[in-house]
């Protein structure tokens, strides 16, 4: 069974307005993190930002801030004001209690449009 | 400061050769990984490891075996390369089991 779910493959944004990119997750574990990652069409990937089950609030980096809907199950990442440099693949993971792994969603490809 | 490298970038294989990928870390991190990326797939766990010495199955670690001889470098060996390994691997290191990792380069492999 999927444990991230990632529903959009492709997702265009205009410049300077803010983005939705949509995560959902499946576990049983009480404990668990999320990641988003960003991949440039360079192909590193780039750590974003991180959201601890049990942290009251949702987690924020510069632009970048995750929208934690536990009961949803949801963990989307908001970018404010896109720039023509956050086009790229967007991966959403989680890491389940204190396993070692992580498991990845397949990827929302974004582009921002000038 | 390199943090995660991997050699080779890129590597074209004959389908039963074998090879391996290296990945180093500089951050002095206990935890490094192997994925794979697929098209459409986002990214498969292969093998990881808790620490020197150690070294534990993933996902899909079918086709591989990797070792952990020394804390900053982690091999990835193909022994008999398929076509369906053709893909780009990853190599990520991390500071704990529920911290971020930090990803190399990546390297891409084409096994005709």
């Known amino acids: 069974a999927q444990k991230i779910t990632q529903t959009q493959p492709g997702m265009f944004v205009q410049e300077k307005e803010a983005v939705t990119l949509d995560c959902t997750y499946d576990t049983s574990d009480p404990s668990y993190g999320l990641f988003w990652y960003k991949q440039p069409s360079s192909g590193e990937m780039i750590f974003l930002i991180y959201q601890g089950s049990y942290d009251q609030q949702n987690a924020t980096e510069g632009r970048y801030s995750l929208n934690f809907q536990k009961a949803r199950k949801s963990a989307n990442l908001v970018i404010s004001a896109s720039q023509l440099g956050d086009s790229a693949m967007y991966f959403c993971a989680m890491r389940e209690g204190y396993r070692d792994d992580m498991r990845f969603g397949a990827g929302t490809r974004l582009t921002v449009k000038p | 400061n390199a943090g995660v490298t991997q050699t080779p970038k890129f590597r074209v294989l004959k389908t039963g050769q074998s090879m391996t990928l290296l990945c180093a870390q500089d951050m002095n991190h206990e935890y490094m990984y192997w994925y794979r990326q697929d098209p459409g797939m986002g990214l498969r766990l292969i093998h990881y490891?808790?620490?020197?010495?150690?070294?534990a199955k993933g996902e899909v670690p079918d086709g591989y075996n990797v070792s952990r001889l020394k804390k900053q470098n982690f091999l990835l060996g193909l022994e008999s390369a398929a076509p369906s390994q053709t893909s780009v691997y990853f190599c990520?290191?991390?500071?704990?089991?529920?911290?971020?990792?930090?990803f190399g380069p990546g390297t891409r492999l084409l096994v005709l």
């Open positions: 990520a290191s991390s500071p704990g089991s529920v911290r971020a990792q930090y």
């Open positions: 490891s808790v620490g020197e010495g150690t070294t």
